[in-house]
């Protein structure tokens, strides 16, 4: 990290505390720290409402937030951006804006899950899910921006975080069954059954999956629910087997979390079930809504949340790649929690019918378009990892990871995500 880039907020500006968080961001990304200061002489770059500084933040993207006005179509012009007084782009807002989802915060209008609507979204509205649109704001001010484009920068290689959230072991016999029936494969029946009744479903596969991994030299994380009924798993998280497969993950130097359920059931009943302290979570279905879902992660301790995406869709929930500690707003601050946002889902394929190898070509052209200062987060469910109903997305998981390693992206951990991104 270079040295500190001092930066002067003039005394009449609002919402300090969260310029000051989102330029930590901005500098953080391109390998320097931020040193504020009270004196503008003594400072390279000077933020605040006036034409004299440069940076000019919007004053009404402050007065709306105070008015709790948080919807895309109030807070932004027709381009997706913020703009100031003077008609100029105020990136710092619009950055803060995009990264924080404000758009999400107190909606009323969710969809069938409580979940905030994809075609609600400004990344819908400007068909730009699939960039990465806070770094490229981010680049285009260090090599446009007068006082900034004569820094040194440095850039994160991108990596690859892989989870999978386990949300059924047992269904294999029901739904790979019906596939098999359907298809005339009645061998495959009776092996579902067989295996079902020695304890050891075809869903009940972690080991596979790490194994798999091993072969490119990835590890991976593993999100498990703690609730046994419709809405949630099929699984008692404290039967052996399950706890078996548990215990299997950390031998093999992978982590688990907790896959929050749906329904009644509170985090610190669930931490209390889990029997350690988790390190992350991603809730089931992606059923949150804002601030309280991250309310929520902070209230428990939690360190990491990866539940940041659109179940519809590929791509990013937030227009931004990177892990990031989002704002707190009541309490003007940053939460204590890294959110890591999810990319790429398998079901979103299998819900889409999208053949596998257009599934494939749209995940590494993302990866193409973003080779620096991203975490490329795949969330692939065990039930995928069968050659029934769900044929050909191991493949796609294998060409995906060979693809990963022959470009030379290396994997990262929630620990590892943590430990790096939470100074931020």
Known sequence: MSSAIHIYISPDTARQELIKHTLSLIFFNKGHSCAFTAHKDDALITIGYSDQNDFIISENFHQLLGQNVFSHQQQLSHNGNIVNKFGGTDFISTISYLVNSFQEYYDNDPDQYGRFKYTNSLQHQLSSVENNTAQ??????????????????????????????????YGSVKEDGRYALDKLMPMQILRLIYNATLGTPDWLNMSKIMKLEAEYGFKSTFYWLLVKNKQNSDYDF?????????EGVKQSGGENGLHKSMGESSFSEEIKTFGTMPRGNRFHFLKFTLPQGYDLIEENALQLDTSLGFSPVFGLRNSFGQPFRPFNLAKNRPYNFVEVPQILMDRTFYNLNMPIVEAKKKFFDFVEKNKYNCVFTLNFHNNFFTELKYRGYSQLYRDILAGLKELGIEGIMQSEIIEEYYKL
């Open 136 to 169: 490229q704001i981010i680049d285009y001010l260090f090599t446009s921006h007068p006082k900034l484009k004569e820094l040194k920068t440095s850039a994160r290689k991108s990596r690859v975080f892989l989870t999978h959230d386990i949300d059924s072991v």
């Open 238 to 246: 404290h039967s052996p087997p399950i706890a078996k497969a548990f």
